[in-house]
Protein backbone atom coordinates (compact mmCIF):
# COMPACT_ATOMS: atom_id res chain seq x y z
CA UNK A 1 0.00 0.00 0.00
CA UNK A 2 1.29 3.34 -1.23
CA UNK A 3 0.26 6.96 -2.04
CA UNK A 4 2.17 8.11 -4.63
CA UNK A 5 2.15 11.54 -7.15
CA UNK A 6 -0.61 11.39 -9.87
CA UNK A 7 1.70 11.10 -12.70
CA UNK A 8 3.05 7.97 -11.08
CA UNK A 9 -0.31 6.66 -11.19
CA UNK A 10 -1.09 7.71 -15.02
CA UNK A 11 2.50 5.81 -15.87
CA UNK A 12 1.43 2.96 -13.85
CA UNK A 13 -2.30 2.77 -15.02
CA UNK A 14 -0.36 2.98 -18.71
CA UNK A 15 1.29 -0.20 -17.77
CA UNK A 16 -1.65 -1.99 -16.25
CA UNK A 17 -0.06 -2.08 -12.47
CA UNK A 18 -1.64 0.24 -10.31
CA UNK A 19 -4.16 -1.85 -8.58
CA UNK A 20 -1.90 -2.77 -5.12
CA UNK A 21 -2.54 -1.65 -1.59
CA UNK A 22 0.92 0.13 -0.97
CA UNK A 23 0.00 3.54 -0.92
CA UNK A 24 3.32 6.16 -0.96
CA UNK A 25 2.42 9.82 -0.75
CA UNK A 26 5.82 11.50 -0.95
CA UNK A 27 5.82 14.77 0.92
CA UNK A 28 6.11 17.78 -1.10
CA UNK A 29 9.12 18.80 0.37
CA UNK A 30 12.77 17.82 -0.75
CA UNK A 31 13.72 14.33 0.65
CA UNK A 32 15.07 14.03 4.47
CA UNK A 33 18.25 12.73 4.68
CA UNK A 34 19.16 9.91 7.58
CA UNK A 35 20.91 12.50 9.54
CA UNK A 36 17.64 14.49 10.24
CA UNK A 37 16.44 11.12 12.15
CA UNK A 38 17.70 11.18 15.78
CA UNK A 39 20.25 8.58 16.36
CA UNK A 40 22.78 8.66 18.65
CA UNK A 41 25.71 6.71 17.29
CA UNK A 42 28.05 7.46 20.23
CA UNK A 43 25.41 4.35 21.86
CA UNK A 44 26.49 1.81 19.30
CA UNK A 45 30.38 2.15 19.85
CA UNK A 46 30.77 -0.16 23.20
CA UNK A 47 28.72 -3.18 21.94
CA UNK A 48 31.09 -5.41 20.68
CA UNK A 49 28.30 -8.42 19.85
CA UNK A 50 28.59 -10.29 16.69
CA UNK A 51 26.52 -9.43 13.66
CA UNK A 52 23.38 -11.65 13.08
CA UNK A 53 23.77 -14.46 10.67
CA UNK A 54 21.87 -14.76 7.61
CA UNK A 55 21.83 -16.79 4.40
CA UNK A 56 21.16 -14.62 1.70
CA UNK A 57 21.88 -17.29 -1.00
CA UNK A 58 19.15 -19.52 0.23
CA UNK A 59 17.34 -16.52 0.81
CA UNK A 60 17.92 -16.02 -2.47
CA UNK A 61 17.14 -19.69 -3.80
CA UNK A 62 13.40 -19.56 -1.43
CA UNK A 63 12.26 -16.11 -3.90
CA UNK A 64 12.79 -18.08 -7.16
CA UNK A 65 11.09 -21.24 -5.65
CA UNK A 66 8.06 -18.83 -5.01
CA UNK A 67 7.89 -17.17 -8.19
CA UNK A 68 8.47 -20.56 -9.83
CA UNK A 69 5.06 -20.94 -8.34
CA UNK A 70 3.40 -18.53 -10.96
CA UNK A 71 1.12 -15.24 -10.60
CA UNK A 72 -0.47 -16.08 -6.45
CA UNK A 73 -3.49 -13.69 -6.46
CA UNK A 74 -5.70 -14.76 -3.52
CA UNK A 75 -8.63 -17.74 -4.68
CA UNK A 76 -6.26 -19.21 -6.79
CA UNK A 77 -4.38 -22.25 -7.39
CA UNK A 78 -1.20 -21.10 -7.40
CA UNK A 79 -1.89 -19.16 -4.13
CA UNK A 80 -2.73 -22.27 -2.50
CA UNK A 81 0.94 -23.67 -3.99
CA UNK A 82 2.72 -21.04 -2.14
CA UNK A 83 0.94 -21.43 0.96
CA UNK A 84 1.27 -24.59 1.08
CA UNK A 85 4.96 -24.27 -0.13
CA UNK A 86 5.56 -21.80 3.46
CA UNK A 87 4.07 -24.13 5.83
CA UNK A 88 6.18 -27.13 4.16
CA UNK A 89 9.45 -25.42 5.23
CA UNK A 90 7.86 -24.74 8.71
CA UNK A 91 7.42 -28.44 9.30
CA UNK A 92 8.30 -28.99 13.00
CA UNK A 93 8.11 -25.49 14.08
CA UNK A 94 4.86 -23.95 15.86
CA UNK A 95 2.65 -22.65 13.63
CA UNK A 96 -1.14 -21.29 13.81
CA UNK A 97 -3.12 -20.21 10.89
CA UNK A 98 -5.74 -17.52 11.07
CA UNK A 99 -8.44 -18.97 8.77
CA UNK A 100 -11.47 -16.51 6.96
CA UNK A 101 -13.40 -15.85 4.03
CA UNK A 102 -13.72 -12.32 2.20
CA UNK A 103 -16.48 -11.25 0.17
CA UNK A 104 -15.63 -8.60 -1.81
CA UNK A 105 -17.79 -7.78 -5.23
CA UNK A 106 -15.58 -9.95 -7.07
CA UNK A 107 -16.70 -13.25 -5.16
CA UNK A 108 -16.08 -15.17 -2.11
CA UNK A 109 -12.88 -15.84 -1.23
CA UNK A 110 -10.69 -17.20 1.34
CA UNK A 111 -7.72 -16.08 3.38
CA UNK A 112 -4.94 -17.69 5.02
CA UNK A 113 -2.67 -15.81 7.62
CA UNK A 114 0.64 -17.99 8.67
CA UNK A 115 1.71 -17.36 12.06
CA UNK A 116 5.29 -19.38 13.11
CA UNK A 117 5.80 -18.95 16.66
CA UNK A 118 9.60 -19.06 18.05
CA UNK A 119 9.15 -18.93 21.78
CA UNK A 120 11.61 -16.67 23.43
CA UNK A 121 12.54 -16.49 27.30
CA UNK A 122 11.07 -13.04 28.32
CA UNK A 123 7.37 -11.84 28.52
CA UNK A 124 6.62 -10.31 24.72
CA UNK A 125 6.10 -10.52 21.39
CA UNK A 126 8.26 -8.89 18.31
CA UNK A 127 6.15 -9.54 15.28
CA UNK A 128 8.02 -9.67 11.69
CA UNK A 129 5.53 -9.33 8.66
CA UNK A 130 4.95 -10.13 4.93
CA UNK A 131 2.33 -10.58 2.54
CA UNK A 132 2.26 -13.30 -0.15
CA UNK A 133 0.18 -12.71 -2.33
CA UNK A 134 0.03 -11.14 -5.96
CA UNK A 135 -1.74 -8.36 -7.57
CA UNK A 136 -5.40 -9.21 -8.21
CA UNK A 137 -5.73 -6.89 -11.22
CA UNK A 138 -2.58 -8.66 -13.02
CA UNK A 139 -4.20 -12.18 -12.31
CA UNK A 140 -4.23 -12.92 -15.96
CA UNK A 141 -0.96 -11.54 -16.71
CA UNK A 142 2.43 -13.55 -16.03
CA UNK A 143 2.99 -10.71 -13.06
CA UNK A 144 4.70 -13.14 -10.66
CA UNK A 145 5.67 -10.32 -7.89
CA UNK A 146 9.33 -11.19 -7.28
CA UNK A 147 9.78 -8.25 -5.39
CA UNK A 148 6.58 -7.49 -4.37
CA UNK A 149 5.58 -10.32 -2.27
CA UNK A 150 8.06 -12.78 -2.69
CA UNK A 151 11.30 -11.58 -1.90
CA UNK A 152 9.93 -10.48 1.71
CA UNK A 153 7.92 -14.11 1.78
CA UNK A 154 11.11 -15.35 1.19
CA UNK A 155 13.14 -13.17 3.81
CA UNK A 156 10.83 -14.55 7.08
CA UNK A 157 11.94 -18.14 5.64
CA UNK A 158 15.43 -17.63 6.02
CA UNK A 159 14.34 -15.60 9.23
CA UNK A 160 12.66 -19.01 10.15
CA UNK A 161 15.88 -21.04 9.84
CA UNK A 162 17.92 -18.51 11.75
CA UNK A 163 15.35 -18.71 14.43
CA UNK A 164 14.80 -22.23 14.53
CA UNK A 165 16.15 -24.80 17.11
CA UNK A 166 17.88 -21.62 19.11
CA UNK A 167 16.88 -20.78 22.69
CA UNK A 168 15.92 -17.34 22.33
CA UNK A 169 16.83 -15.14 25.68
CA UNK A 170 14.84 -12.01 24.62
CA UNK A 171 11.22 -12.14 23.08
CA UNK A 172 9.22 -14.17 21.64
CA UNK A 173 9.58 -13.63 17.50
CA UNK A 174 6.57 -14.27 16.11
CA UNK A 175 6.41 -14.54 11.70
CA UNK A 176 3.20 -13.45 10.06
CA UNK A 177 3.12 -14.40 6.38
CA UNK A 178 -0.32 -11.93 5.99
CA UNK A 179 -2.62 -12.96 3.03
CA UNK A 180 -5.11 -10.30 0.83
CA UNK A 181 -3.13 -7.26 1.49
CA UNK A 182 -3.33 -6.45 -2.14
CA UNK A 183 -6.12 -4.54 -3.09
CA UNK A 184 -9.27 -6.32 -5.61
CA UNK A 185 -9.75 -3.19 -7.35
CA UNK A 186 -8.18 0.42 -8.67
CA UNK A 187 -7.47 2.18 -7.43
CA UNK A 188 -5.81 0.34 -4.24
CA UNK A 189 -7.07 2.62 -1.74
CA UNK A 190 -10.28 1.15 -1.09
CA UNK A 191 -12.22 -1.39 1.46
CA UNK A 192 -10.70 -4.58 -0.41
CA UNK A 193 -7.16 -4.66 0.76
CA UNK A 194 -5.49 -5.63 3.69
CA UNK A 195 -8.04 -8.39 4.78
CA UNK A 196 -4.90 -9.88 6.15
CA UNK A 197 -3.88 -7.73 9.03
CA UNK A 198 -6.90 -5.92 9.50
CA UNK A 199 -8.83 -9.21 10.40
CA UNK A 200 -5.79 -10.41 12.38
CA UNK A 201 -4.93 -7.17 14.24
CA UNK A 202 -8.82 -7.51 15.27
CA UNK A 203 -8.77 -11.07 16.72
CA UNK A 204 -5.22 -10.32 18.69
CA UNK A 205 -6.72 -7.48 20.19
CA UNK A 206 -9.97 -9.31 21.19
CA UNK A 207 -8.57 -12.34 22.61
CA UNK A 208 -5.56 -10.11 24.55
CA UNK A 209 -2.54 -11.13 22.03
CA UNK A 210 -2.03 -7.14 21.17
CA UNK A 211 -1.31 -5.83 24.63
CA UNK A 212 2.11 -8.26 24.28
CA UNK A 213 3.33 -7.15 20.98
CA UNK A 214 6.39 -5.34 21.70
CA UNK A 215 6.69 -4.41 17.82
CA UNK A 216 5.62 -4.90 14.70
CA UNK A 217 8.33 -5.02 11.93
CA UNK A 218 6.73 -5.07 8.35
CA UNK A 219 9.12 -6.32 5.57
CA UNK A 220 7.87 -5.61 1.73
CA UNK A 221 9.58 -4.94 -1.57
CA UNK A 222 13.26 -5.13 0.24
CA UNK A 223 14.58 -7.32 -2.75
CA UNK A 224 15.53 -4.56 -4.89
CA UNK A 225 19.35 -4.90 -6.10
CA UNK A 226 19.67 -0.61 -5.96
CA UNK A 227 18.41 -0.80 -2.49
CA UNK A 228 17.02 2.37 -0.58
CA UNK A 229 14.89 1.68 2.52
CA UNK A 230 12.34 4.84 3.06
CA UNK A 231 11.85 6.75 6.12
CA UNK A 232 8.16 5.98 6.46
CA UNK A 233 6.96 9.26 8.62
CA UNK A 234 3.62 6.97 9.17
CA UNK A 235 6.08 4.54 11.74
CA UNK A 236 6.50 4.58 15.51
CA UNK A 237 9.14 7.39 15.51
CA UNK A 238 11.45 5.44 18.17
CA UNK A 239 11.62 2.25 16.09
CA UNK A 240 12.50 3.61 13.49
CA UNK A 241 15.53 5.54 15.28
CA UNK A 242 15.97 1.65 16.13
CA UNK A 243 16.17 0.49 12.78
CA UNK A 244 18.35 3.44 11.78
CA UNK A 245 20.67 2.71 14.73
CA UNK A 246 21.08 -1.33 13.82
CA UNK A 247 21.84 0.07 10.23
CA UNK A 248 24.44 1.89 11.17
CA UNK A 249 25.84 -0.74 13.58
CA UNK A 250 25.95 -3.21 10.73
CA UNK A 251 27.53 -0.52 8.77
CA UNK A 252 24.59 -0.75 6.31
CA UNK A 253 22.94 3.14 7.05
CA UNK A 254 23.63 4.06 3.00
CA UNK A 255 21.13 2.06 2.81
CA UNK A 256 18.39 3.69 4.93
CA UNK A 257 16.40 6.73 5.14
CA UNK A 258 17.44 8.55 2.28
CA UNK A 259 14.41 10.18 2.02
CA UNK A 260 11.14 10.36 4.23
CA UNK A 261 7.86 10.29 3.03
CA UNK A 262 4.14 8.87 4.37
CA UNK A 263 3.73 5.00 3.84
CA UNK A 264 0.34 3.00 3.77
CA UNK A 265 0.97 -0.53 4.30
CA UNK A 266 0.36 -3.74 6.35
CA UNK A 267 1.14 -1.87 9.36
CA UNK A 268 -1.14 0.43 9.13
CA UNK A 269 -3.81 -2.17 11.07
CA UNK A 270 -1.33 -2.79 14.00
CA UNK A 271 -0.57 0.84 14.38
CA UNK A 272 -4.32 1.86 14.59
CA UNK A 273 -4.50 -0.24 17.70
CA UNK A 274 -1.56 1.60 19.31
CA UNK A 275 1.35 -1.19 18.29
CA UNK A 276 4.83 -0.03 17.74
CA UNK A 277 5.35 -0.36 14.18
CA UNK A 278 7.67 -0.08 11.09
CA UNK A 279 7.47 -0.48 7.94
CA UNK A 280 10.85 -1.74 5.56
CA UNK A 281 9.87 -1.36 2.41
CA UNK A 282 11.99 0.50 -0.59
CA UNK A 283 9.53 1.93 -2.81
CA UNK A 284 11.81 3.28 -5.77
CA UNK A 285 11.58 -0.16 -7.98
CA UNK A 286 13.28 1.51 -11.17
CA UNK A 287 13.07 5.14 -11.95
CA UNK A 288 10.18 6.45 -10.64
CA UNK A 289 8.62 2.33 -9.66
CA UNK A 290 8.00 1.68 -12.94
CA UNK A 291 8.72 -2.13 -12.06
CA UNK A 292 5.97 -2.12 -9.70
CA UNK A 293 2.82 -3.96 -10.10
CA UNK A 294 4.25 -4.74 -13.54
CA UNK A 295 5.54 -8.07 -15.37
CA UNK A 296 9.01 -6.14 -15.18
CA UNK A 297 8.50 -7.08 -11.16
CA UNK A 298 11.35 -9.84 -12.03
CA UNK A 299 14.18 -12.15 -9.63
CA UNK A 300 16.26 -10.19 -11.95
CA UNK A 301 15.95 -7.13 -10.69
CA UNK A 302 16.78 -8.35 -7.01
CA UNK A 303 20.13 -9.15 -5.11
CA UNK A 304 20.85 -11.35 -2.81
CA UNK A 305 23.08 -8.66 -0.68
CA UNK A 306 19.81 -6.87 -0.50
CA UNK A 307 18.40 -9.63 1.43
CA UNK A 308 20.94 -10.09 3.75
CA UNK A 309 21.19 -6.61 4.35
CA UNK A 310 17.46 -6.03 5.26
CA UNK A 311 17.47 -9.41 7.23
CA UNK A 312 20.74 -8.74 9.38
CA UNK A 313 19.19 -5.09 10.13
CA UNK A 314 15.92 -7.04 11.38
CA UNK A 315 17.91 -9.08 13.17
CA UNK A 316 19.83 -6.55 14.66
CA UNK A 317 16.68 -4.41 15.16
CA UNK A 318 15.04 -7.46 16.98
CA UNK A 319 18.43 -7.49 19.65
CA UNK A 320 18.16 -4.31 20.13
CA UNK A 321 14.63 -4.22 20.89
CA UNK A 322 15.18 -7.04 23.87
CA UNK A 323 17.67 -5.12 25.29
CA UNK A 324 15.19 -2.36 26.28
Same mark, same amino acid.
Given at each position: ?40 ? /??? %? &???? $? ?9 ? =? ?120 ? /??? %? &???? $? ?9 ? =? ?122
Amino acid at each position: MKTFKLISLIFVLMLFACSKGKNVAASGSSPTSASAVNTDA /SKL %L &PDTS $PAPTFNADRAM =QYVKEIVALGPRPIGSENHKKVENYILSHLKGDRVEQDSFDVHPTEGTFPVRNIIAKFQGARDGIIVVASHYDTNWPLRKTSYIGANDGASSSALLLEIADQLRGKKLEGYSVWLLWDDAEE /SMK %L &PWDD $PESLYGVRHLA =QKWQDDGTLKKIKAFLLEDMIGDADLNIEHDTNSTAWLEDLILQAATRLGYQSHFFARSMPVTDDHMAFLQHGVPSADLIDFDYGYNDVFWHTTEDTVDKLSPKSLEIVGTVTLETVRLLNQQ
